[in-house]
């Protein structure tokens, strides 16, 4: 199994909603990654977890909170999003953290209204 | 600061042609390269990889240049076919687990 799950595969919700993005791993990768990406701009990274441990988290706003549950789940808990917020949102994970190859989801497209 | 660029936005080629796709980056500490290709609508799919201690890879009818001296990089792409279309990023991994990619190039491939 070389995939990396998310769900769901489109989400809109409003300004006021809690919602959470989910992804999952089987292949024993110990780093996970959360990317946004809007349109034609590359991914940018928000959060990387290693050994379920919050690692790296690229200044971004609460209202975006990351959850680690166990070694394959990643979860992306949103809440209080802005119009602005809508993107592509891209769950990765690899064997470590850094220097080895990245495998992406499909990605998450967030339409907040 | 650290950064990772592309030189052209857009490239179109004729199938069958070889597409070169450059990349520039500026952190020469950076010891570890990646090719995605992205698909409309789908996530960034690996291609090929390269760590600073060689200066060429080959994959299946793709390979991978580094030149640390300019601190450039260049995905060829052999015998290019219309499912080649897509964008390309390149990204620079710091061994500190932020992988910064580049700002993509749209390849087109025509018939």
């Known amino acids: 199994d070389t995939e990396v799950t998310q769900t769901p595969k489109h989400l809109v919700m409003g300004m006021t909603n809690k919602k959470s993005l989910k992804c999952e791993q089987h292949m024993g990768h110990r780093a996970m990654y959360w990317y946004k990406q809007k349109a034609k701009k590359p991914p940018e990274l928000m959060f990387v977890y290693s050994y379920e441990k919050l690692s790296i988290n690229e200044s971004v706003p609460s209202r975006f909170s990351p959850e680690c549950p166990n070694s394959s789940l990643l979860n992306l808990h949103l809440h209080a999003l802005q119009p602005e917020d809508s993107a592509l949102y891209l769950c990765?994970?690899?064997?470590?953290?850094?220097?080895?190859?990245?495998?992406f989801g499909q990605g998450t497209r967030l339409t907040v209204v | 600061g650290e950064s990772v660029g592309l030189h052209l936005p857009t490239l179109s080629v004729q199938e069958g042609d070889n597409s070169i796709i450059n990349c520039a980056y500026s952190?020469?500490?950076?010891?570890?390269f990646i090719w995605y290709k992205q698909e409309s609508g789908k996530g960034p799919q690996f291609i090929i990889d390269?760590?600073?201690?060689?200066d060429k890879r080959q994959g299946q009818r793709v390979t991978v240049l580094l030149n640390k001296t300019v601190k450039h990089l260049s995905l060829q792409i052999a015998a290019t076919q219309p499912g080649d279309s897509a964008v390309y990023f390149c990204?620079?991994?710091?061994?500190?687990?932020?992988?910064?990619f580049g700002q993509g190039t749209e390849l087109s491939v025509k018939p």
């Open positions: 390269i760590r600073s201690n060689m």
């Open positions: 952190n020469s500490a950076s010891d570890y």
């Open positions: 990204a620079e991994d710091n061994q500190g687990g932020k992988l910064i």
């Open positions: 990765a994970s690899s064997l470590s953290q850094g220097g080895t190859e990245a495998f």
